[in-house]
Every structure is written in structure tokens, then in C-alpha cells.
């Protein structure tokens, strides 16, 4: 493989004020979707886990980060339906999440944060925000559902795989039965220094299932985590971390693409968890929290998500 070639821009500096973007993204979640005080504003219902990952320690010629080495660390786990509203009964978001905050042996914390579809639907936050702001029109009825199509495929059409992925999925059987992809590329920094593109996907050892239409229909609205409480009295639920190495030509900034197939994967360990725990107090799953050894690229969206899950907090921590 060959060394990538260095993206000279600092991570985190888009050139834009982020804060205030950032603060317009929630507040057009908030406009599409209301306000649910003390909730994340996207991700709201959500069951916490504490969990061990054992390293394979496959990664260690790629990067030097703590968490990927021989030791085993801890770890909470937070898995989510995708919508806003904390009370949504779970089949009605097939769409939904893994986020995992590792312990990181020589202190401190590192986040991934994963979702059931492999590509997001927007390449920067401005059109996350022109999506969002399209959609909100519809929603009040200033664009019929015929313009919104024409208003997105024409101004946005980076989002197409995405809103195909995401329409396809079905409700999942299980959290612990699905696959999660966190989407963007991050570098691994190796000891000599080199930078690999990496993406991430965990991928559950039981296997992926989804529900046919009639047993969706006979869920309970808690299902999910009632599902896992269930399954933690038997077993722990494991999801392998796999690394996803970017060949030549795969973009690094772009997570509206996914990279071919083909692609060379390791194995980086297997997260086993094995009970429903409270959330902690402060949990914010930012991707951009990396350790040393790792690197993050310029994917916009990436660098922009530290500033809009800071101000989701914020908001929702002051009971707003
Ligand atoms: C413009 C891009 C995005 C924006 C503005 C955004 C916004 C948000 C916000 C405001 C939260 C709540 C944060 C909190 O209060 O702690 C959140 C949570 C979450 N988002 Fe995003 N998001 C974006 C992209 C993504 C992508 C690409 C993924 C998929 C990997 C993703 C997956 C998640 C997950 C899994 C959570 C729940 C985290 C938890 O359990 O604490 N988001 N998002």
C-alpha cells in the first residue's frame, strides 16, 4: 500500500466559522423536527452499555493508537434509533446507531460512531443545512413532495445513495444483529509516522436480521432494548471492529462515497457487551476525539460534527 500523500489543511479548520454553522444545524433539526428538552437532538432514544474490547492486535504495524494494541480496555457503548423524538416507538427508525466511547489505557477517552447505512447524505454542512432547510419547506407545505425530489436530486445530488440506503432499510431484529459503518475516513498514523486512510465498520458476530413487515407490526415500542436486556442474561453481544484500508483514488473528504469493495480489510479486535448500564453524566460520542496514533482527515462533515454534538449538548445538559 502506498503512503498517502498528506492533506496540508488542519483538521477541525474548514475555513468557515464552524460554531456558528454548527448552531444553525441544530437549530434546523430543531425547525424540522421540534424540540425535545434534555434529549440529544438527533439520536434521542437510546440504551447505554458497558463493554470490553480486546484488541487483536492486527493493528499495531498501521498505527500506535492505545486502545488498538494488546491491552484490553473498557468501553460504553450507546446503541439508538436515529430519530429526534426520545419516545418514538423503535420500529418507526429503522434507521440506527452504535456509538462507543473506549477508555483509553493511559487515560482519557476515544469515540466511533456508527450507523446502519454506509454513506451519509450530505458531502459538506452547507448542504446538510440547504437538505435540512428543503425539507422543512415541504414540510410546512411551501415545496410539494414533487419539488422537494427535484429541489434535492438537482441541488444535492450527493445525497442520492444515501436516501436509497436509508428508504431500503428494514427494522432490525436486534441491535446486537446488525451491522454498523461510521462512515467517514480517519487516518492511522504508523510508529514510523506514515498515514493510512482507514474507514471502520463493527460487524456482529450473530449475524445481521432484520424483521418481515407482520413481525415489525407485533413489536413493542421498546423492543430493542428489551431484546438485549433478554440476551445479556445468556450471553454478551460481540461485534468484530473491522479497518477498511483506502486504495488510491479513494476520496478521503467525501462521506456522501463508499469505497469499492475490494478493499483490504483486519481484523482490529472484538468489543463484547455484556449489560444495559445509566448513561454517564458528560457522554458526548464526538468523532473527531481520537488518540495519538490516529489522524483525522478533511471530510468536512467529520471535522464540522465536534461543533454541532458540543452545542447539542450544551443545549440539552441546561434541560433546553
Ligand atoms: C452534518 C452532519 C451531522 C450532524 C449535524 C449530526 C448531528 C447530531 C447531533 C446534534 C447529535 C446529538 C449529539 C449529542 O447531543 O450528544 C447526533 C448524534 C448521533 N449521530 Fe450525528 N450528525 C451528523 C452526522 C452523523 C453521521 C455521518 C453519523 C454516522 C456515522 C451520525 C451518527 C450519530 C449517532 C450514532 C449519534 C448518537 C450518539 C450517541 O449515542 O450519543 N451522525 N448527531
Not at 13 to 29: E, K
Not at 39 to 52: D, E, F, N, T
Not at 238 to 243: D, E, K, P, T, Y
Request: proline share 9%; aromatic share 10%; net charge negative.
Amino acid at each position: 500500500m502506498n503512503e498517502p500523500e498528506l492533506n496540508p489543511a488542519s483538521p477541525g479548520d474548514t475555513g468557515f466559522g464552524q460554531s456558528g454553522l454548527a448552531a444553525q444545524a441544530v437549530d434546523a433539526i430543531e425547525n424540522l423536527s421540534g424540540v425535545h428538552p434534555g434529549y440529544r437532538r438527533a439520536h434521542a432514544k437510546g440504551v447505554c452499555c458497558r463493554a470490553i474490547f480486546r484488541p487483536s492486535g492486527l493493528a499495531s504495524p498501521f498505527t500506535t493508537a492505545p486502545h488498538l494494541q494488546e491491552q484490553e480496555v473498557p468501553a460504553v457503548v450507546r446503541f439508538s434509533g436515529s430519530s429526534t423524538n426520545p419516545v418514538l416507538a423503535d420500529v418507526l427508525s429503522p434507521a440506527k446507531g452504535m456509538a462507543v466511547q473506549f477508555s483509553l489505557p493511559g487515560g482519557g477517552v476515544t469515540n466511533l460512531t456508527g450507523a446502519t447505512f454506509p454513506v451519509f447524505f450530505a458531502r459538506t454542512p452547507e448542504s446538510f443545512l440547504g437538505i435540512l432547510r428543503a425539507a422543512h419547506k415541504a414540510q410546512e407545505g411551501r415545496l410539494g413532495p414533487l419539488e422537494l425530489i427535484k429541489e434535492i436530486t438537482t441541488h444535492f445530488s450527493e445525497s442520492r445513495e444515501s436516501l436509497f440506503a436509508i428508504k431500503a432499510l428494514k427494522p432490525p431484529a436486534s441491535y446486537a444483529e446488525s451491522r454498523y459503518y461510521c462512515i467517514h475516513a480517519y487516518y492511522f498514523a504508523d510508529p514510523e509516522g506514515a498515514l493510512w486512510p482507514v474507514k471502520f465498520e463493527w460487524l456482529p458476530d450473530a449475524g445481521v436480521r432484520t424483521l418481515s413487515v407482520p413481525a415489525a407490526a407485533q413489536q413493542p415500542e421498546n423492543y430493542l432494548a428489551e431484546e438485549l436486556e433478554l440476551r445479556f442474561k445468556d450471553a454478551p453481544a460481540v461485534f468484530q471492529l473491522a479497518a477498511i484500508f483506502g486504495g488510491e483514488g479513494d476520496p478521503t473528504d467525501d462521506p456522501t462515497r463508499a469505497w469499492p469493495e475490494d478493499r483490504r480489510r483486519i481484523d482490529l479486535g472484538r468489543l463484547y457487551i455484556t449489560g444495559i448500564i445509566e448513561e454517564p453524566a458528560g457522554l458526548v460520542m464526538d468523532p473527531t476525539a481520537i488518540p495519538a496514533g490516529m489522524a483525522l482527515t478533511d471530510d468536512p462533515i467529520l471535522n464540522f460534527r465536534h461543533d454541532a454534538y458540543n452545542d447539542s449538548y450544551r443545549r440539552r445538559s441546561e434541560g433546553r
